[in-house]
């Protein structure tokens, strides 16, 4: 008995405490400046001209709590938090039932987030989900309760939430979705809008209706359930037929919020430096976005892609100097999908692997005309190891061919020789100098890229080239400052040379080859098709696998890559690799039109040769094919050029060739 009672007066001196504690947190968070709830944590992004294209936590149409139809209130403080207006900014027994359902469930599925501490989190972008992260959203929490009145956190929050497609807002989203005031939406459209905030990727009526519709008919059974609304409202409201608008008033482009995907990444990623500035205000962040590319970019994707509703498109297009993004398309169409697949996503790339193997030949004693015979081979790599790659169709030569040809035509088999040849561990170490980060590993079929990439690592690799060997870090963030002006982050360049620039002239303008009409032979050059659609030069390659299909071009002023594919990676239709060239020539021929382009001048230590490219030789006038390719002075081919003599080394070489 004597136990009892201490432990009872124990427990209320606890309880006491805890009381005067807790009294403390509110008495000291009402003596601290107040929080301005309607800027704090506002962040404006701006193009490559300085217009402003998107302003996220805070809002150009905020809508006061009288001009928010009452169906949007009374749904979102029945899901979100029916206590709202009893508790301070958090709902102790809620939490305490969730941590007890979650512990009985052994998951995380119960939140019991209040609306305030909705709030306060998005206030401020999402850095990171450490433990201090969750100590200032309690901090924020406070802060805001004891300085606000409950209808003042109530219509902060409804002017600040997403509601998907890049719309933050009650009233961007009333007019995005319905093409209404927020005033003017009824109890159907309101219960929609409501729903979509938990998860708008998933609960997005344009993304998926009919979850959509599950979620909605959710929160109208909470709300009657609560006795917000009547039976009758219930019933016309779950069988009323809603009619979708989905544009915005400006800049409706369906894929622009890839692109502001990409530049979160980037903002996140600076950490403190700017979550600072965004605590006591907001910032201004000024991209690298120039809209023109992004609207070729996303006109030529869908363009082409019209007749096939399944298969996905990504693209980017970057400045080959800077390293500057200036445009990315990450699918089709946000609203459906807002998988990136740009930044996301890593595919097998294919041929595009192949001028990587190719630098790597011409920096070991390789020139343009060098030989290899193409016909069908079988390579033994080891004890019971053989490799038997095949060319596009089973197509071959049986004759040699120089390597012009070969990059033309995208030999399969001159590429795994010259692979073999020179050792699988110089591609490998070629490839992590121009930019490429996933590890690879010194296998056969690794010129024929068998690897799998992303995007933007690929794409950056061909800016090295394009850039005459210099390798820059892609971004696409050029300066942030606070609402003031005041520079809080400006980027720098991180440039290296890394490829001898004559070699890098050489291999360019054999990547001309790859739609040149002087290539033409026993077949086509690969992109010949769009020959007739290019008005400006440009180095290019086309890869294609089973399931993926590539093509990336660049001269000085523009690097740009366009992949083909279907998401859960399905073998190709015959049809489906005509997409991606057309899709590459109309993005960059539109982008460039009008703009005055020059190709690379000629380094004082190369020289050009007229030769038959087929062969490698110096041209006949009973030459068919007649084209000046390029050789470091004194390499050049003399009045006849043989076959090189791939068997003399095979035993030499066959340690390095082992996968």
Request: charged share 20%; proline share 3%; net charge negative.
């Given at each position: 008995m004597k136990f009892l009672k201490k432990f009872i007066k124990l427990m209320i001196i606890l309880f006491f405490l805890g009381v005067l504690f807790i009294s403390g947190i509110y008495l000291y968070a009402k003596l601290q400046p107040k929080l301005d709830i309607n800027n704090t944590g506002?962040?404006?992004?701006?193009?490559?001209?300085?217009?402003?294209?998107?302003?996220?936590?805070?809002?150009?149409?905020?809508?006061?709590?009288?001009?928010?139809?009452?169906?949007?209130i009374d749904a979102t403080i029945t899901i979100e938090d029916k206590d709202f207006y009893k508790h301070h900014g958090f709902d102790i027994p809620r939490i305490i039932k969730a941590m007890y359902t979650n512990f009985v469930n052994k998951n995380y599925s119960q939140g019991a987030s209040t609306i305030t501490q909705q709030f306060a989190k998005n206030l401020y972008l999402d850095f990171d989900k450490t433990w201090e992260r969750k100590l200032n959203e309690v901090w924020y929490t406070i802060q805001i309760e004891t300085h606000y009145e409950k209808d003042d956190i109530l219509e902060g929050y409804l002017n600040c939430i997403n509601y998907g497609h890049g719309v933050y807002g009650i009233e961007g989203a009333s007019e995005f979705y319905f093409n209404k005031n927020a005033k003017d939406l009824d109890l159907a459209e309101a219960s929609m809008l409501v729903g979509i905030p938990k998860s708008p990727s998933n609960y997005s009526p344009l993304v998926n209706l009919e979850v959509a519709k599950e979620r909605q008919l959710y929160i109208l059974n909470q709300m009657l359930k609560e006795n917000v609304i009547t039976k009758e409202e219930y019933e016309s409201a779950r069988n009323e037929e809603l009619t979708f608008y989905g544009k915005k008033d400006k800049l409706n482009l369906n894929t622009l919020m890839y692109y502001q995907d990409a530049v979160m990444n980037e903002l996140k990623g600076l950490g403190s430096l700017v979550e600072t500035e965004l605590k006591s205000g907001g910032i201004k962040v000024y991209t690298t976005l120039d809209l023109k590319a992004q609207t070729s970019l996303e006109e030529s994707i869908e363009n082409n892609l019209s007749d096939n509703k399944e298969i996905e498109g990504s693209g980017i297009m970057m400045n080959p100097q800077n390293g500057a993004v200036i445009a990315l398309v990450g699918g089709r169409d946000y609203n459906k999908s807002e998988f990136n697949r740009a930044i996301n996503s890593k595919r097998q790339v294919g041929s595009i692997m192949k001028?990587?193997?190719?630098?790597?030949?011409?920096?070991?004693?390789?020139?343009?005309?060098?030989?290899?015979?193409?016909?069908?081979?079988?390579?033994?790599?080891?004890?019971?190891?053989?490799?038997?790659?095949?060319?596009?169709?089973?197509?071959?030569?049986?004759?040699?061919?120089?390597?012009?040809?070969?990059?033309?035509?995208?030999?399969?088999?001159?590429?795994?020789?010259?692979?073999?040849?020179?050792?699988?561990?110089?591609?490998?170490?070629?490839?992590?100098?121009?930019?490429?980060?996933?590890?690879?590993?010194?296998?056969?079929?690794?010129?024929?890229?068998?690897?799998?990439?992303?995007?933007l690592e690929i794409i950056n690799a061909y800016a090295t080239l394009a850039a005459s060997g210099v390798k820059h870090e892609p971004y696409f963030i050029e300066k942030i400052t606070?609402?003031?002006?005041?520079?809080?982050?400006?980027?720098?360049?991180?440039?290296?040379?890394?490829?001898?620039?004559?070699?890098?002239?050489?291999?360019?303008?054999?990547?001309?080859?790859?739609?040149?009409?002087?290539?033409?032979?026993?077949?086509?050059?690969?992109?010949?098709?769009?020959?007739?659609?290019?008005?400006?030069?440009?180095?290019?390659?086309?890869?294609?696998?089973?399931?993926?299909?590539?093509?990336?071009?660049?001269?000085?002023?523009?690097?740009?890559?366009?992949?083909?594919?279907?998401?859960?990676?399905?073998?190709?239709?015959?049809?489906?690799?005509?997409?991606?060239?057309?899709?590459?020539?109309?993005?960059?021929?539109?982008?460039?039109?009008?703009?005055?382009?020059?190709?690379?001048?000629?380094?004082?230590?190369?020289?050009?040769?007229?030769?038959?490219?087929?062969?490698?030789?110096?041209?006949?006038?009973?030459?068919?094919?007649?084209?000046?390719?390029?050789?470091?002075?004194?390499?050049?081919?003399?009045?006849?050029?043989?076959?090189?003599?791939?068997?003399?080394?095979?035993?030499?070489?066959?340690?390095?060739?082992?996968?």
């Open positions: 506002s962040y404006y992004l701006y193009d490559n001209d300085n217009n402003v294209y998107f302003q996220g936590n805070g809002s150009t149409k905020w809508a006061s709590l009288e001009d928010i139809s009452k169906y949007v001028p990587f193997l190719y630098y790597n030949a011409l920096e070991n004693g390789f020139t343009a005309s060098t030989s290899f015979l193409s016909q069908e081979t079988s390579f033994t790599l080891g004890v019971n190891q053989v490799y038997s790659p095949k060319n596009y169709n089973s197509l071959y030569a049986n004759k040699a061919i120089s390597m012009a040809s070969a990059i033309a035509f995208s030999d399969n088999i001159y590429a795994v020789k010259t692979h073999l040849f020179l050792g699988s561990e110089n591609l490998v170490d070629t490839a992590k100098r121009v930019g490429i980060k996933t590890p690879l590993k010194p296998i056969a079929s690794l010129p024929l890229g068998t690897v799998e990439l992303n995007q606070d609402l003031g002006g005041n520079t809080i982050y400006q980027h720098k360049d991180t440039s290296e040379v890394v490829l001898n620039k004559s070699i890098t002239f050489i291999l360019n303008d054999l990547l001309k080859g790859t739609y040149d009409y002087n290539m033409v032979d026993y077949t086509y050059p690969t992109n010949i098709s769009i020959a007739s659609l290019l008005t400006h030069d440009y180095g290019m390659k086309s890869g294609s696998t089973n399931t993926d299909n590539w093509i990336i071009g660049f001269n000085q002023d523009i690097v740009a890559s366009i992949w083909i594919g279907y998401d859960d990676s399905r073998a190709l239709g015959a049809n489906d690799y005509k997409y991606s060239k057309r899709t590459w020539a109309n993005a960059v021929e539109i982008y460039l039109k009008d703009k005055e382009t020059s190709w690379y001048e000629i380094p004082s230590n190369v020289v050009g040769v007229i030769v038959d490219p087929i062969t490698g030789n110096i041209a006949t006038n009973e030459s068919k094919n007649k084209k000046i390719l390029y050789y470091i002075k004194g390499t050049e081919p003399g009045s006849t050029q043989e076959v090189f003599d791939e068997y003399e080394e095979k035993d030499n070489k066959n340690d390095e060739a082992k996968e």
